[in-house]
């Protein structure tokens, strides 16, 4: 019965779901400012290292693994299909699998107004500088610095902002 309910919960765009949605993000995550929307299918993993500022959109079937701390500060807008992933897998040891290898936790940090496009993954280890954009579809492994668009695979700089 809980489990149709919270499912329900996630995947509806209601009033009612919205602010569920928002209530247990301010409960559970490190720090949650004010105007927070989680969109429908969001999931949220160890949320409990999360920090978000204020006036912040996290858009439908995002995906967001804190392991290694996500801060995500003020008027920043992820669109849908997204992932920030703070965490990988080495593969030093060739004894073992590749998914059996360490996991190494690093930090995720987005500065203030960032426009975070469609399908991007924003990986561990990563500082995105405050006015920035990045690309639809783009994978940003190293820092992007403010005032700055970036797209591709991996993300590079197209123009400064």
Known sequence: MWNLLWVSVINSESKLSLFVRYLYVRKYSASCGDNIYIGQGVII?????????????????SYL?????INIYNNVSIAHHSS?????????????PIKYNKVVKGKILINE???IGCGCRILSNVTIGSRSVIAAGAVV????VSKT?????????IKKI
């Open 65 to 69: 693994d804190a392991a290694g701390r």
């Open 149 to 157: 668009l970036v797209g591709g695979v991996p993300a590079k700089e």
């Open 113 to 115: 107004d960032v426009w």
């Open 141 to 144: 492994k190293n820092d992007v």
């Open 84 to 96: 920030l992933i703070s965490f990988d897998h080495t593969w030093e040891n060739s004894e073992i």
């Open 45 to 61: 993993k160890n949320i409990q290292y999360l920090e978000l500022g204020s006036n912040i959109s996290i858009h439908a079937y």
